[in-house]
């Protein structure tokens, strides 16, 4: 795969040259030969179809994920979430260490430690990571999935991008299962605060414990806003909102 340069851009095929337009700029790709219905069935291909398959597994794997957290991904501007989590995804397939080649799973492989630690510490936002967001260390209860942050003082513990007057935290109790697809998530009460408040504790508690067994992921997420007139508005495609797994069980 190539780049086009210069002023004239080619769409289509020539000479089994493919050259199309995509998210990274203009593209020039080789047309291969090899037909769908070859790759399915010759054995030659043993090895592409068995790392289709995994691929396939770890994509419906990031996808799972990225659905049960719809309610909390809302107004974070992530880019590349969907290509970053099936990377990790297919990490984590690979601590499959039980099932054949073609067949390890993000299911399996979810249940070592090593695989955990892979998906634990992912920002949603890279250009806005909690770590660079909040600067007050917080305390998670796993058991409960209560996350307490003590004596936050907002004007001097959170980085406040232009413009913002107040942020709200809140927190994510997620119950995954990547070997049955079940997922029951839970959101915690949201706190909000204005740039000048006084210190306090920070306390976020989920509406109930996740049902299910699976693997456990909590969350950490700070949103901006800009107070005009007593009502509080976005700030931009929340591009300094962020989101992390600050732990993952």
Same mark, same amino acid.
């Given at each position: 795969?190539?780049?086009?340069? *210069?002023?004239?851009?080619? !769409?289509?095929?020539?000479?089994?040259?493919?050259?199309?337009?995509?998210? /990274?700029? /203009?593209?020039?790709?080789?047309?291969?030969?090899?037909?769908?219905?070859?790759?399915?069935?010759?054995?030659? $291909?043993?090895?592409?179809?068995?790392? =289709?398959?995994? $691929?396939?597994?770890?994509?419906?794997?990031?996808?799972?994920?990225? /659905?049960?957290?719809?309610?909390? %991904?809302?107004?974070?501007?992530?880019?590349?979430?969907?290509?970053?989590? &099936?990377?990790?995804?297919?990490?984590?397939?690979?601590?499959?260490? &039980?099932?054949?080649?073609?067949?390890?799973?993000?299911?399996?492989?979810?249940?070592?430690?090593?695989?955990?630690?892979?998906?634990? *510490?992912?920002? $949603?936002?890279?250009?806005?990571?909690?770590?660079?967001?909040?600067?007050?260390?917080?305390?998670?209860?796993?058991? &409960?999935?209560?996350?307490?942050?003590?004596?936050?003082?907002?004007?001097?513990?959170?980085?406040?991008?232009?413009?913002? %007057?107040?942020?709200?935290?809140?927190?994510?109790?997620?119950?995954?299962?990547?070997?049955?697809?079940?997922? /029951? $998530?839970?959101? &915690?009460?949201?706190?909000?605060?204005?740039?000048?408040?006084?210190?306090?504790?920070?306390?976020?508690?989920?509406?109930?414990?996740?049902?299910?067994? =699976? %693997?456990?992921?909590?969350?950490? !997420?700070?949103?901006?806003?800009?107070?005009?007139?007593?009502?509080?508005?976005?700030?931009?495609? =929340?591009?300094?909102?962020?989101?992390?797994?600050?732990?993952?069980?």
């Amino acid at each position: 795969m190539a780049r086009q340069t *210069g002023l004239l851009k080619i !769409k289509g095929t020539l000479d089994n040259v493919t050259f199309y337009k995509s998210k /990274d700029g /203009d593209i020039a790709k080789m047309k291969t030969s090899v037909d769908a219905a070859r790759i399915a069935n010759d054995p030659a $291909f043993a090895r592409t179809r068995e790392n =289709g398959k995994e $691929f396939g597994n770890s994509a419906s794997a990031g996808k799972l994920l990225r /659905d049960s957290l719809r309610n909390i %991904t809302v107004n974070i501007s992530g880019t590349n979430n969907v290509a970053r989590i &099936t990377q990790i995804m297919s990490k984590i397939k690979n601590q499959d260490i &039980t099932s054949i080649r073609g067949q390890r799973n993000v299911g399996v492989g979810i249940v070592n430690a090593t695989a955990k630690a892979l998906l634990k *510490g992912f920002d $949603f936002n890279p250009s806005a990571m909690l770590g660079s967001m909040l600067y007050k260390p917080y305390v998670l209860a796993p058991a &409960t999935g209560v996350i307490t942050i003590a004596g936050l003082v907002p004007a001097t513990d959170l980085t406040w991008p232009p413009s913002a %007057t107040h942020v709200s935290i809140t927190g994510g109790f997620l119950n995954i299962n990547f070997a049955t697809n079940v997922v /029951d $998530f839970k959101l &915690t009460n949201v706190v909000n605060l204005a740039t000048v408040a006084a210190g306090s504790n920070v306390t976020l508690t989920p509406t109930a414990v996740p049902a299910g067994t =699976g %693997t456990k992921i909590f969350l950490l !997420k700070l949103e901006y806003f800009q107070q005009v007139n007593n009502i509080q508005y976005p700030l931009k495609n =929340g591009a300094f909102n962020c989101l992390k797994i600050i732990e993952v069980a």
